[in-house]
T-cell receptor, first 116, second 116 residues
Framework: AQKVTQAQTEISVVEKEDVTLDCVYE???????LFWYKQPPSGELVFLIR????DEQNEISGRYSWNFQKSTSSFNFTITASQVVDSAVYFC?????????????WGAGTKLIIKP | DAGVIQSPRHEVTEMGQEVTLRCKPI?????LFWYRQTMMRGLELLIY????????DSGMPEDRFSAKMPNASFSTLKIQPSEPRDSAVYFC??????????????FGPGTRLLVL
């Protein structure tokens, strides 16, 4: 069955620290997609990244980086030199390309607090 | 480019009243999704349209909820009659129709509904 686990309910770090948000997924299919979204205190859901199951290259975008490891079914997200503006709830999501009915399976989210 | 537009942003109503939420998807997108977010249940997909046709409404909680998409640039989610347990943030999202894979969903700012 499809499932996304974000075991860290809340993480609190001091500004400029690096922080990693964990995401572990379960799927039956060999073709699937993984996503990260950010939900800041203002409430909107902001798309950060999409990764397909055939692309295991790590991605870096500024201070953000993503580590996709099929062997451990993980798609972790690291923020380097965190800033207060990074404070948000971060969601990991999974979709299977076959029979998914285009539904995203969402993790419960990790609340990230960056203290000044 | 304009993102997904939702209105109203906030709605306070009394139990038993009709509530209509509106969404304008990103121009050129032909898949539209309605979600509900609560603390208890997280993000739930209510209904999904493709090319203005409802494809999956299995997430619609009950007959009090209805959704329409009369054209490619407009959708409504209606609750009649509303109940306090309908209080939540309602998100609309849109994406390009998948072409061999799931396209990224882009979310609107949400409508925060409070039913007294």
């Amino acid at each position: 069955a499809q499932k996304v686990t974000q075991a860290q309910t809340e993480i609190s770090v001091v500004e400029k620290e690096d922080v990693t948000l964990d995401c572990v997924y379960e799927t039956r299919d060999t073709t699937y997609y993984l996503f990260w979204y950010k939900q800041p205190p203002s409430g909107e859901l902001v798309f950060l990244i999409r990764r397909n199951s055939f692309d295991e290259q790590n991605e870096i975008s500024g201070r953000y980086s993503w580590n996709f490891q099929k062997s451990t079914s993980s798609f972790n997200f690291t923020i380097t030199a965190s800033q207060v503006v990074d404070s948000a709830v971060y969601f990991c999501a999974l979709s299977e390309a076959v029979d998914s009915n285009y539904q995203l399976i969402w993790g419960a989210g990790t609340k990230l607090i960056i203290k000044p | 480019d304009a993102g997904v537009i939702q209105s109203p942003r906030h709605e306070v109503t009394e139990m038993g009243q009709e509530v209509t939420l509106r969404c304008k998807p990103i121009s050129g997108h032909n898949s539209l999704f309605w979600y509900r977010q609560t603390m208890m249940r997280g993000l739930e997909l209510l209904i999904y349209f493709n090319n203005n046709v409802p494809i999956d409404d299995s997430g619609m909680p009950e007959d009090r909820f209805s959704a329409k998409m009369p054209n490619a640039s407009f959708s409504t989610l209606k609750i009649q009659p509303s109940e306090p347990r309908d209080s939540a943030v309602y998100f609309c999202a849109s994406s390009l129709a998948p072409t061999g894979g799931l396209e990224t969903q882009y979310f609107g700012p949400g409508t925060r509904l409070l039913v007294l």
